[in-house]
């Protein structure tokens, strides 16, 4: 079975940094365009950054400047550097990812099960 798992999430103050971790395990051959999105209480889930099969990456203007996201082929896993951290980062962050499964040419699309983010005095 396929599945994405985040870690990191973590109470931070203001100013701090985290480092949000997505991997990919299960029966597959390699991970393809993936991104982190948050959904704050209240409010819809929304990309934060995404990050292309040849590496090129797109932020939302919020977070420019402060997040990176990178990504390890060998570990199909995929990162969120965030640093200078606001109260407003605050959300339960989500990793998608396009996942190759190792015994078709299938390309399918998976959420993780999303990790916290406070960012808090």
């Known amino acids: 079975q396929v599945q994405l798992v985040e870690s990191g999430g973590d109470l931070v103050q203001p100013g701090g940094s985290l480092r949000l971790s997505c991997a990919a395990s299960?029966?597959?051959?390699?991970?393809?365009?993936a991104g982190w999105y948050r959904q704050a209480p209240g409010a819809e889930r929304d990309v934060v950054a995404i990050?292309?099969?040849?590496?090129?990456?797109n932020y939302i203007d919020s977070v420019k400047g402060r997040f990176t996201i990178s990504r390890d082929n060998a570990k199909n896993t995929v990162y969120l550097q965030m640093n200078r951290l606001k109260v407003a980062d605050t959300a339960v962050y989500y990793c998608?990812?396009?996942?190759?499964?190792?015994?078709?040419?299938?390309?399918?699309?998976?959420w993780g099960q999303g990790t916290q983010v406070t960012v808090s005095s």
């Open positions: 990050i292309r099969r040849d590496g090129s990456t």
């Open positions: 998608n990812a396009e996942v190759a499964l190792s015994d078709s040419a299938t390309w399918l699309d998976y």
């Open positions: 299960g029966s597959i051959s390699g991970i393809g365009a």
